[in-house]
């Protein structure tokens, strides 16, 4: 996770947003009433026209005329002189959900121009759809005065500006809110993780669109681990409206675990997280994009998509869960703990980074030749749909649990971190409600909060962001290597349980504990490694922000 950062770069402060005038803006100017007793003719993008106009199709003075039409959910083209209304639709339909980004500006001979940039989803011949870029600019010209026109562009830009703002869901609306503009983000990014193009990648897609948003960006490039911790420990965050990591899991893990060690860590965790995947797994960019109803991308594309959710500036609260060993230790993780084979596959691999997501490939044939069971016993608590009540796991040999679960206890002193109210010292049997699994060798145990393990592995379909709940999958000594082949293909759709395999079990808990026999395989939290030990851990909801799209 560590790298050499570029002098020029780290610290660097990059302007962005659409070029601005001192002329100041004028009232919209809003579509002409029609006559009495007759209506608007229907509009195909839904709702009342809030403003109408004609106007050069493009910046050129000679620019053909069209008719533009904007409504609360899009932008309506027209050819001048074409039907307005009727059955008749646009030209072209711009969804302002797509648009990231408006600007006015003066252009020659007392014109004015206002643009607009969109991503819309497009879709190849074959493959997933893609967001691509498409700019739109409309020359204003109505008369010699160079401020009436430039204001009438001011007036549409803002209008367009305030209808791209993405709506809060109404349904749940304590938990969502949308980024300020102008916005300022510090940008926190590892020039080392994944195939080494963390850099590159956030010159050439990322800077153009948040500067096409009105984001202004500060850039810190990491220079070895543990330099993003340090950062958002111990620097006034009051200056920036989001923090963005782009680079792997690891460096969020960073980001989180240096807030909750601020004295005023409750206000820090206010402050809205963003990933823009960076690195090789990339699993909570995979999950966001999941959430946000996209389709599965990897890449650039998804970087793109992941970008595209900044720039619209939703954002939502994520659970975390509180992980404590018994060395004493205490993290906040916000994606999954591992031990076994999963987590030997992403430590063993580590030395084909350059390969970028296809190193997980590789180091998943290397672990399967060299199989190995671990000894330990495992505990949870289930979650309960009604007090009394616990789900089965989806195992053919369930243990048995009383199905009690005790009611958190109250919170301590302001300012100290919230207490593991499920949770007994390590040292102690689990609680008596608890869950024991029977078994006690192990391929794998992996407590996941996301859908996606990777890129390319949905392990937990029907988890989101604010669920409260850890998703515990274990596996049982005694599968095959074909078996377990096919099931890690299978979890590529998502649709690895389906297989019904007697040895893969999963169940939705609360908190969970994990005593391995001997300190012997790899354990690891959001993808960085720890030392073989008693671990445990519980949900604590919605102790987060993140931007979500959705």
Not at 453 to 468: E, I, S, V, Y
Request: charged share 20%.
């Amino acid at each position: 996770m560590n790298g050499a950062a570029p002098p020029a770069i780290a610290g660097r402060q990059q302007r962005g947003g659409g070029r601005r005038s001192p002329v100041p803006p004028a009232p919209l100017r809003a579509a002409p009433p029609m006559a009495a007793g007759r209506r608007a003719p229907p509009e195909p993008g839904g709702g009342p026209v809030l403003l109408q106009g004609i106007f050069g199709a493009g910046p050129a003075p000679g620019a053909a005329a069209c008719s533009l039409t904007l409504t609360a959910r899009e932008l309506q083209v027209r050819r001048a002189g074409g039907c307005s209304g009727g059955s008749a639709g646009p030209d072209a339909a711009l969804r302002l959900a797509d648009c990231v980004g408006s600007a006015a500006f003066p252009a020659a001979a007392a014109a004015a121009c206002f643009s607009l940039v969109c991503y819309p989803l497009r879709g190849p011949r074959w493959g997933p759809p893609a967001r691509q870029r498409l700019e739109r600019t409309f020359r204003v010209s109505q008369g010699p005065d160079a401020e009436g026109n430039l204001r009438i562009a001011q007036a549409w830009s803002r209008r367009i500006r305030e209808l791209a703002v993405p709506a809060v869901p109404a349904q749940d609306g304590d938990s969502y809110g949308v980024l300020p503009r102008p916005c300022h983000a510090l940008v926190l990014l590892n020039p080392q993780s994944g195939s080494g193009r963390a850099l590159d990648d956030y010159q050439a897609v990322v800077q153009p669109m948040l500067a096409e948003a009105d984001i202004t960006t500060t850039v810190f490039v990491t220079e070895r681990p543990h330099h993003a911790h340090e950062k958002v420990r111990d620097e006034d965050l009051s200056q920036w409206d989001t923090l963005v990591v782009m680079s792997g899991d690891g460096l969020l893990f960073e980001v989180v675990n240096g807030l909750m060690e601020r004295p005023d860590w409750k206000e820090a965790m206010k402050k809205p997280l963003c990933i823009l995947p960076g690195g090789s797994g990339n699993a909570l960019a995979a999950s966001i994009n999941y959430y946000a109803g996209y389709d599965h991308v990897a890449k650039k594309k998804l970087l793109t998509n992941c970008t595209f959710i900044l720039c619209k500036g939703l954002y939502t609260q994520m659970d975390l869960v509180s992980l404590s060993t018994a060395s004493g230790k205490r993290f906040f993780s916000f994606l999954g703990f591992g031990w076994g084979f999963i987590s030997d596959v992403d430590i063993d691999s580590e030395k084909y980074r350059w390969l970028g997501n296809a190193r997980f490939t590789l180091g998943t044939l290397q672990c399967l030749a060299k199989l190995r069971v671990y000894q330990g016993r495992l505990s949870y608590l289930p979650m309960a749909t009604e007090q009394g009540s616990s789900p089965v796991p989806r195992d053919p040999r369930a243990p048995v649990t009383n199905g009690h679960i005790p009611q958190p206890a109250g919170t301590d002193a302001p300012g100290s971190l919230p207490p593991d109210s499920l949770l007994v010292p390590l040292g102690q049997p689990v609680p008596a409600h608890w869950t024991v699994v029977p078994e006690e060798e192990f391929v794998l145990v992996y407590a996941i909060y996301q859908s996606h393990l990777g890129t390319n592995l949905l392990m937990a379909p029907a988890a989101r962001l604010h669920d409260g709940c850890i998703h515990l999958f274990y596996m049982k000594a005694g599968i095959s290597r074909l078996t377990l082949l096919k099931l890690f293909l299978a979890m590529s759709r998502g649709t690895h349980l389906d297989l019904n395999c007697p040895h893969l079990c999963y169940v939705p808990v609360r908190a969970f504990r994990l005593e391995p026999r001997v300190a012997a395989g790899i354990m690891t939290v959001d993808g960085e490694a720890l030392a073989c030990e008693p671990v445990q851990g519980q949900v604590h909801p919605r102790l987060c922000r993140v931007l979500s799209g959705s």
